[in-house]
RNA sequence: GGAGAAAUGGCAGAGUGGUCGAAUGCGGCGGUCUUGAAAACCGUUGUUCCUUUGCGGGAACCGGGGGUUCGAAUCCCUCUUUCUCCGCCA
């Protein structure tokens, strides 16, 4: 969220800002500034009166001590409206308070200068593109057709065992997976990110923390018996980490990252997009995690944007990065890039990756921050974080792109980890 | 799952109703001494919020929440977590 100071301080920036995301704010921020000034006014009264009873208090202990017991008594009678006044204050305040991050967690991030307006998908701005799409044979398939003919992937199998958007890798496609896991993290360990094997499901203050609560509630798998919930990104347990922190400065950048399979209940999705590995409840994904100085942060998006790059042009995969427009942002960032490979049987692009910059957005939320270069004064640090790379579609699109009368091309990288080069019957 | 014990500052560890934001030790930072370092000695050392141009002043926080009291780290309730023992188990 923006933190109240921020928005008090800037309430007509902060109004027009977010119109390039098309969020019409001035309401909601005129609202947060009028409950502020409430909120300090209480908090002034209450502070007043706090401090007058505690002295209160301290004179009726000597009082006592020394004997006075019936001038005790008659000090004690004061303090019985203050203590009425006081409780009111402070019930009055929490209740402002409660109202405050009510509003403010409604409050998208602001988008930084360099994001473009727009509605839809249409307006996103191609900054790169890379790799060449393959020429393939008239009767080539999509993959799940694919899957299907090299027995790799079992779709019907997990609806069985589980149900839909849940399938079942067999033999070297399960290979094929866990060769992408494996040279994912490799690649990641090299690029100074420290991987980490984080717990997948998360209480409540942590999916609140990287802002999966309140708004997007519906899409966590939740397990109600112990109200924890099933983690739709690797983001939420690895950014959470820092959750309370105060990093010193001299261990910023903190760069982390980790395989996990991510669950999302996709309510609302239906139709073609869901076909295949296109779109699962669950799937495989390696995230990179980075908290970062103010200062460095869009350095360390586009250090990461290439990071990104550089795999999926190992895996000879063509791709375009679009630097998304304020419409299609997601509520917490500030800025992102996303991925899309050529899925070529589908003919169709395919998100692998988005990367993020969210400022001090999640940070203010979990109360994440930096102590400066002198030691003295603390500030709020940035967040980021990219897939590198969601799995499914990765494998859908090599799937695709590398069919072949033989068979389907491991790409070299990968054989190291597949220890075969070739899929065929 | 059952029984018991505990939760205090970066860490260790006092404090069981009255100037306690909290002794002491370690660690950290600054200084004296030293050619330098160590040792020794001296000083300093949390976070959030309100207020002030600034100096400063004030409030809250001793696992979370609630309560008793003029006053709570200290008493009560509740939740969470940790440890010990038992049971179960990858």
Request: aromatic share 8%; net charge negative; glycine share 6%.
């Amino acid at each position: 969220m923006l933190s109240l100071k921020y928005i008090s301080e800037n309430r007509d920036m902060v109004v027009t800002r977010l119109k390039v995301k098309n969020f019409e704010s001035s309401e909601l921020v005129d609202g947060i500034i009028e409950l502020d000034i409430k909120r300090r006014k209480l908090k002034n009264i209450l502070d007043n009166s706090q401090a007058t009873i505690k002295k209160l208090s301290r004179e009726i202990g000597t009082l006592f001590q020394q004997g006075k017991n019936e001038e005790a008594g008659q000090a004690k009678e004061k303090t019985t409206a203050l203590k009425e006044e006081i409780k009111t204050l402070s019930s009055d305040l929490a209740e402002t308070e409660g109202r405050i991050r009510e509003l403010l967690v409604q409050l998208p991030n602001i988008p930084h200068n360099s994001v473009p307006p727009g509605k839809t998908p249409e307006d996103n701005i191609m900054v790169r593109e890379g790799g060449a799409k393959p020429e393939l044979n008239p009767d080539a398939l999509p993959h799940w057709d694919l899957a299907a003919r090299y027995d790799l992937i079992d779709f019907e199998l997990g609806t069985k065992v589980t149900g839909a958007g849940f399938p079942v890798y067999k033999g070297k496609a399960a290979r094929m997976q866990r060769a992408l896991i494996n040279f994912f993290l490799d690649q990641a360990g090299t690029a100074g990110y420290s991987e980490i094997i984080p717990p997948i499901l998360v209480n409540e203050d942590s999916a609140f923390g990287t802002g999966q609560l309140p708004d997007k509630e519906g899409q966590m798998y939740h397990v109600t018996g112990d109200n924890l919930y099933l983690i739709p990104t690797a983001e939420v347990p690895l950014t959470n980490i820092f959750r309370n922190e105060i990093i010193p400065f001299s261990e910023l950048p903190r760069k982390l990252t980790a395989y996990t399979p991510c669950f999302r209940r996709e309510a609302g999705s239906y139709g073609k997009d869901v076909r295949g590995l296109n779109r699962l409840h669950q799937f495989d994904k390696v995230e990179i995690v980075e908290v970062q100085h103010p200062d460095n942060s869009y350095a360390s998006l586009e250090a990461m944007t290439s990071y990104v790059e550089g795999l999926v042009v190992k895996l000879g995969l063509p791709y375009r990065i679009l630097l998304l427009c304020g419409g299609d942002m997601s509520f917490a960032s500030a800025k992102t890039y996303d991925f899309e490979v050529f899925s070529a049987a589908q003919n169709k692009w395919l998100e692998v990756s988005s990367v993020s910059n969210f400022e001090s957005y999640q940070a203010n939320r979990m109360m994440l921050r930096f102590r400066d270069e002198t030691g003295n004064k603390i500030h709020t640090a940035h967040t980021l974080n990219g897939s590198a790379l969601a799995l499914p579609r990765i494998m859908a699109a090599l799937l695709e792109n590398n069919q072949s009368p033989e068979g389907i091309k491991i790409p070299p990288v990968l054989v190291p980890y597949t220890g075969f080069e070739l899929i065929n019957p």
